[in-house]
């Protein structure tokens, strides 16, 4: 998780909250394992402030890779990030201090912690850290009024284990109606500046032609099939430019998936030490989620000390579930 990430999640953090503080005991013989995906029902529960309420929030649907609607008590429903939920410590994220280890009562009884510190947005964050894991169990923060906050994690369920049934997909072949859309983010993140947006892009068959070309939404002459798909599939090009690394587990709208993923450097390593990432179906080539992170890029006459894009797929109706 990057410093930016890390800030904003500890800032929801003081809005979100509360439980009355109990403690969840799990046998110190077990070997934790944090899932960094959701599935449907999935749960974390907090407690903030002087133990003054409880927020339980539940996964109710995953809409699409690291999107998932919870239920917070019954009360309301919301979209968010893995990263709205839980905290990871990335001890080399910039403005990350180490101070030390700390024993402390968390949902997992008393254990030994690492201690970090953090001061973003006028805010100053301690955070006592699973060394095991890396995950936020307590944040401590004070704000530039002076206002103190505290949430401890009571209990979650993504150290328990999911059934490993995966979803096969097959794509069907384009045809009128045929369509996909892709939500576009960045971050551009300098100290305790900050900027982002984003926009969606989608692809829309209106009819198909008798030559096999395709009449597209927006787009004034047709395009053939290999066009339409090339911003949806990996092409033989992608796969010689692209490094396998390994796979991911991933939880999609069309359930969970096991993914390749591939890394790249800088399209032009002269201009900038860009790095990119993707995940893609193994059978199918289907691009899931595209990113790239770089450091120190101008825009707008200010550089940057980092800078985030990601592109993820929210809709494509090409996608058939295998049975």
């Known amino acids: 998780m990057n410093s930016k990430s890390l800030a904003i999640i500890a800032v929801v953090a003081i809005v979100v909250a509360g439980v009355t503080y109990c403690t969840y005991i799990l046998d110190s013989d077990d ?8 599935v449907v029902g999935d749960w974390v529960e907090y407690c903030f402030g002087n133990d003054s309420y409880t927020d339980r929030y539940t996964v109710t649907d995953v809409e699409c890779i690291d999107r998932y609607v919870v239920n917070v008590s019954d009360q309301y429903t919301m979209t968010v990030s893995y990263a709205f939920l839980f905290t990871i410590i990335d001890p080399d994220d910039d403005g990350i201090k180490y101070l030390g280890m700390e024993t402390a009562n968390t949902f997992m009884g008393k254990i030994n912690c690492e201690v970090y510190s ?4 006028g805010t100053s964050y ?11 169990l307590i ?7 002076g206002r103190t906050f505290t949430s401890r994690i009571t209990g979650t369920s993504v150290f328990s284990p999911v059934n490993m049934d995966y979803t096969d997909i097959v794509l069907s072949e ?3 109606g045929s369509a996909y859309e892709y939500e576009n983010k960045y971050e551009y993140v300098s100290g305790d500046s900050f900027y982002s947006g984003g926009y969606d892009a989608s692809m829309e068959v209106t009819s198909v032609n008798y030559d096999g070309t395709l009449n597209i939404v927006g787009e004034d002459e047709p395009i053939t099939v290999e066009d339409f798909m090339s911003g949806l599939v990996m092409s033989d090009e992608d796969y010689d430019a692209w490094t396998l690394v390994g796979t991911k587990v991933v939880s999609t ?11 790249r450097s800088s399209y032009d390593a002269a201009v900038n030490d860009a790095k990119w ?3 893609t179906d193994p059978e199918t080539g289907l691009i899931l989620k ?3 992170e770089d450091h120190n890029l101008e825009y707008e006459g200010i550089v940057w000390d980092d800078y985030f894009e990601s592109s993820t797929l929210l809709n494509c109706n090409l996608v058939q579930v295998i049975e």
């Open 31 to 38: 070997d934790l394992e944090l899932r960094d995906y959701l």
């Open 118 to 121: 953090k001061d973003s947005y």
């Open 126 to 136: 301690k955070y006592y850290v699973d060394p095991e894991t890396k995950l936020v």
């Open 139 to 145: 944040t401590e923060g004070v704000d530039d009024d």
């Open 174 to 176: 384009p045809a009128a």
């Open 253 to 263: 709208q069309w359930g969970l998936m096991e993914c390749n993923e591939y890394t």
């Open 277 to 279: 990432g993707m995940l």
């Open 290 to 292: 595209m990113w790239m």
